[in-house]
């Protein structure tokens, strides 16, 4: 059930710079104090917006992407996913990027999001699918309790905060 107040609809290509500031503040969010300072701050809403709008065109009819907006029509989170790019994990589907703003959170937003993604995998012939989360942030939590069953771990590429630390990311499935 999405919350009074907002809503949930498929992503369009004029949402892509919304979604990049949701994105770029939501990696700060989450990821401050684990990830190098410089590689959160060298991501800006300029430089993901073209990203996004490269994903938003090129969008195959297999993906899903939507995005939540509150009463304004402000976007304030985003799922997006489809194809796993990773066929030795035996799932279908991805889920490629999910986020929502801190002050967002603790509404139930989340879980109305993460569904109606798993709505839009089913109906792509996608039902069972995989996240990688990085392993110990407290967004790990919500993944458990969306029915995710941790399956293994690996390196990111992604740089750590000291000297280049190596981060790990946690695979959860659904089926």
Request: glycine content about 14%.
């Amino acid at each position: 059930m999405i919350p009074r107040g907002f809503s949930i609809r498929p992503a369009r290509l004029l949402d892509a710079e919304a979604i990049a500031r949701v994105h770029v503040i939501s990696w700060r969010e989450t990821y401050g104090g684990i990830m190098a300072r410089t590689y959160l701050h060298g991501r800006t809403a300029e430089n993901r917006t073209e990203m996004w709008q490269s994903a938003l065109a090129q969008s195959p009819p297999d993906r899903v992407f939507l995005v939540v907006e509150d009463e304004a029509g402000e976007i304030v989170g985003f799922a997006h996913g489809g194809a796993a790019r990773e066929a030795a994990y035996g799932r279908r589907g991805e889920l490629y990027a999910m986020y929502l703003l801190k002050r967002c959170q603790g509404r139930g937003l989340g879980r109305a999001l993460f569904e109606a993604f798993s709505v839009g995998l089913q109906a792509v012939w996608m039902g069972d699918f995989y996240a990688m989360v990085l392993h110990g942030i407290p967004s790990r939590g919500f993944f458990v309790k969306m029915g995710g069953r941790s399956c293994g771990f690996g390196e990111t590429p992604l740089p750590g905060r000291r000297g280049g630390r190596r981060l790990v990311d946690e695979r959860f499935e659904w089926m």
